[in-house]
């Protein structure tokens, strides 16, 4: 279903695009299994374009509300602790998986807010989850290892320049 969202957004007629459009305010309305499913329409052999459209949803829904204080946004929905779970346990291996560059910018994105909010507290296992990536004899898994890296990087890249 989600997938058909992302195919009727590239539709010609208006018709597909108002389609799509209800049924992605009715996605953004279910909280459960989000994670599940966009997991799966960037695994799934589907168009480049949908995947894509897929990942940068998980970005921007990962930068808008993994993370939300309801009291300054109550009309936010913020993702539940289930979901963060599976995005933190699916995330490393999609971007091993990725097909393209395009894809994994955005899932490297997403990966940092992931970070930035997770690291070490509620993710203690991310630095040994890289370093088995790194060592591994697979080249997509060192590459999403280098990713991983650079995106923890990133996420504290100006957190510790008072500290220095």
Known sequence: MLISIYVARRARGDDHKCAANRWERWFRSVRARRVRLLSL??????HSATRQAAAVYLKNRVYSSYFIDTTARPDQVPIPPSDRNNLKSSIIPLIASSPSR???VQ????LKNVVARDFPEEWPTLV??????????????????CVTALEMIRAFRYVLRGLV
């Open 41 to 46: 329409s960037l695994t799934e052999p589907y």
């Open 128 to 145: 040994e989850e890289v370093k088995k990536l790194l060592s591994s004899g697979n080249i997509r898994e060192v590459h999403a290892g």
């Open 102 to 104: 395009a894809i994994t």
């Open 107 to 110: 899932l490297a994105g997403a």
